[in-house]
């Protein structure tokens, strides 16, 4: 069954570091090219140090490779024509709402837990947090925009 897809996406959380990269890499493992998705934060990488590491391996797991993913944010975006923009923070909620002003574009607020608020020392639970999220964000993006024809994983 072929998904009839918005054009284009962002999703939208506080640093671009984490959750919204996700969500990017889902989209794109799910839907390939069949519509233009990006992702950003509200504020510049506070350290500089590009996407988080858990989330590398967390996403590695699934054979996605976010490596490479810089970090940017509203400002930064080369076009900001989304026909859906989904803030997966109640900062990046308030600042979709602003786009949208001037525009026909659906907004939408997917609450989706931190992990980086995990903080017990341990690897594991810190892994265990970002698959979380990893995989909520899965169900999520698959229940709004259908089920994904070719999916490897």
């Known amino acids: 069954m072929v998904v009839d897809l918005p054009d284009a996406v962002l999703f939208t959380c506080n640093y671009n570091r984490v959750r919204s ?12 090219t069949r519509a233009y ?28 490779d976010v490596a490479a993913h810089q970090p940017k944010t509203f400002d930064e975006l080369e076009d900001d024509s ?30 989706t837990h931190d992990p980086t608020l995990v903080n017990d020392g341990s690897r594991e639970a810190m892994l265990a947090a970002y698959r979380e999220v990893r995989d909520t964000l899965s169900a999520a993006i698959r229940a709004r925009f259908g089920t994904p024809s070719t999916f490897g994983g």
């Open 82 to 111: 989304f026909d859906v923009v989904v803030s997966l923070t109640p900062e990046a909620q308030h600042r979709a709402v602003e786009l949208s002003r001037d525009r026909s574009v659906e907004i939408e607020y997917w609450p």
């Open 21 to 32: 990269p996700m969500a990017e890499a889902l989209f794109k493992r799910f839907y390939g």
């Open 37 to 64: 998705v990006d992702s950003c934060g509200l504020k510049p990488d506070p350290a500089g140090d590009g996407i988080d590491p858990f989330v590398v391996a967390v996403m590695d797991e699934m054979g996605v």
